[in-house]
């Protein structure tokens, strides 16, 4: 491990300081009990907030009421149309549309396995996960089915619910958009796919069928939720109605001192098929009756940026990438925040540049979160009596406990120590499915191993080092990319970056730094060297610098360290 940074001087850790700084308001434990599964909890929140707007997406909006009668009706399509049975696999492939949290509750109300899809995975990625989880059923928009049509006679997915993106929009303005995005844009790739019924279809067959309530224990499985596969063959976590109810829970203690049940509208840019967007915004604030903006397209900023002008948001989650375009566009720039309390940033690390500006431009603190798919995800949050950025990824959550350990899996006692971090709680999951946590190196006496490196102080905040993967070593030196990347980022001209280590012949491994400018930025490799010279220690210091128009990233916006090493060597 690397050395205790020079002026810190480490004190030994008492037995869980979080909770010593947690907000007075903040709970040290949740009940992860408090309801038996996550379909009692959507029952009891349409049943609470049934005339209250729900989700909007394209302009259209679907009350809690609506919401409870349109997931019925397709949990009655899966039960008695398709023959599901509580426990089998349904894949939902979709972006954020109105269809999504009808058919995710739908399937969780029929008791299934949801197993989550990103929808610009290749026919090998998704063949790879519906053959891994053993899905019979795939809900999927047109746009995709082609990817399908390759994968599909691998599987065992038996039956295709094909929908459209303007299904849930109403006779005219939906049918104008199906035929745009077909026909017009020519965003619908032909295929020639077997078998399928339309999900309008399907929802009127549903509605004149029987839905059966089926019984569900915490334990019941409720989610494969598959690992980003940034790092080589993608995982199913196996994560049960407990852990997702533990984990709202969390979610609720440390920040529902600051939401009003009923009353929040939340922005979703980023996709409910990824882990944090779902238990945080398609979970938590289901719980609290909040209004969902969805957003299809993040990418398209000036049309995020033109959705949020006409919803008066109160809460606004991302990742470090989104906030990043957000503040450097002109447009967001000129909004007006006054109702924007709470923004959660999570998925990758937070950049000071970027914390800071946001909270001069919105007036709201940038709160960094940090999680694992494994997790449920949530694990530390910067609690929100923060005055800002401190370059934390905030404090265990509610139930949790966190430890950090060496090489050799000795549990370290002194603060400002580095160390894997470990975790144990009710939101961790059971295991990978298909195979043994005993054996697969996942945990460590008990303790979900995380492989991210970190320090704790003596108040308890947790700050990422790096991932252990993605350490670079300098003549026997670690360097942890974060560090020279959060360096970079405080020039004027850069907009991205990212470190990565690349073989040398003499140090064993150099820094290479690739960088996107910011439109109109005078940078060359000499003066950004400097720069880093100014502020890393020679070692650290890029040795090359590539600039592109643009860095790798997943769909939700984390940049492929992996990818850059593999293009460098």
């Known amino acids: ?20 700084r947690y907000p007075a308001d903040v709970p040290a434990d949740i009940d992860a009990d408090c309801f038996a599964s996550l379909m009692e909890m959507f029952e009891q929140s349409v049943a609470a907030y049934a005339d209250k707007p729900a989700y909007s997406n394209f302009g259209k909006i679907i009350s809690y009421g609506e919401l409870d009668r349109l997931s019925r009706d397709f949990a009655a399509y899966l039960q008695q149309g398709l023959g599901l049975a509580p426990g089998e696999r349904i894949a939902l492939m979709m972006p954020n549309l109105l269809q999504y949290p ?12 949801v197993v ?29 089915a082609h990817t399908l049509d390759k994968a599909i006679k691998q599987t065992a997915v038996e039956q295709v619910i094909l929908t459209r993106m ?11 958009l199906n035929f745009v995005v077909k026909h017009i844009k020519k965003m619908v790739p032909r295929h020639r796919l077997p078998a399928y019924v339309g999900y309008k279809e399907a929802m009127a067959k549903g509605r004149d069928m029987d839905y059966r309530r089926p019984e569900l224990s915490g334990d019941a ?33 440390v920040y529902g001192p600051v939401l009003a049940p009923g009353a929040e509208r939340v922005v979703t840019a980023l996709p409910l098929y ?3 967007a779902l238990t945080v915004n398609g979970l938590l604030f289901l719980r609290l009756g909040a209004q969902n903006l969805l957003i299809t397209n993040p990418r398209d900023i000036p049309g995020f940026v033109k959705a949020l002008k006409g919803f008066d948001s109160t809460c606004l989650t991302g990742v470090n990438t989104l906030f990043n375009a957000l503040v450097n566009n002109p447009d967001f720039q000129g909004h007006d925040f006054g109702s924007l309390k709470l923004t959660i940033g999570g998925g990758m690390s937070v950049q000071r540049a970027v914390a800071e500006q946001w909270q001069a431009i919105t007036g709201s603190k940038l709160l960094e979160g940090y999680g694992l798919t494994e997790c449920s995800p949530l694990v530390t949050v910067c609690p929100y009596d923060m005055d800002g950025y401190n370059g934390s990824i905030g404090l265990p959550v509610c139930s949790t406990e966190v430890r950090l350990v060496d090489d050799n899996g000795e549990v370290i006692s002194l603060s400002h120590t580095p160390g894997e971090m470990e975790v144990k709680g009710p939101q961790v999951m059971g295991g990978y499915w298909g195979q043994n946590s005993a054996d697969d190196g996942s945990f460590h006496d008990g303790w979900l191993r995380t492989g991210d490196i970190a320090t704790m102080d003596e108040q308890g905040f947790l700050k990422i080092v790096d991932r252990k993967k993605d350490m670079i070593l300098v003549s026997g030196f670690n360097v942890f990319p974060n560090e020279v990347e959060e360096v970079a980022m405080l020039h004027r001209s850069v907009l991205e970056a990212a470190a990565v280590g690349v073989p040398h012949k003499e140090t064993g491994e150099m820094v290479k730094l690739v960088v996107v400018k910011k439109p109109g930025g005078e940078l060359d490799e000499k003066a950004l060297i400097r720069h880093c010279r100014q502020h890393l220690t020679a070692y650290k210091v890029p040795k090359v610098i590539e600039f592109r128009d643009e860095l790798p990233k997943t769909n939700v916006g984390k940049i492929l360290r992996r990818e850059l090493r593999e293009q460098a060597a």
């Open 116 to 144: 989550n899809v990103n929808p610009l995975y290749t026919a090998r990625e998704l063949e790879h996960q519906l053959r891994d989880s053993g899905a019979r059923a795939i809900v999927i928009v047109e746009n995709f």
């Open 102 to 113: 009808v058919c995710l509750f739908g399937a969780l109300r029929a008791g299934l396995v």
């Open 166 to 176: 303007g299904d849930h929009l109403g006779l005219v303005k939906g049918s104008v």
């Open 274 to 276: 990824h882990v944090f």
């Open 1 to 20: 491990m690397e050395q205790i940074p020079s002026g810190v001087q480490p004190a030994p850790l008492s037995d869980k300081p979080w909770l010593h």
């Open 221 to 253: 499985l409720a989610f494969l939720q598959y690992t980003g596969g940034t790092t080589g063959l993608s995982k199913g976590a196996m994560l049960s109605h407990r852990n997702m109810l533990a984990n709202v829970e969390q979610c609720l203690g």
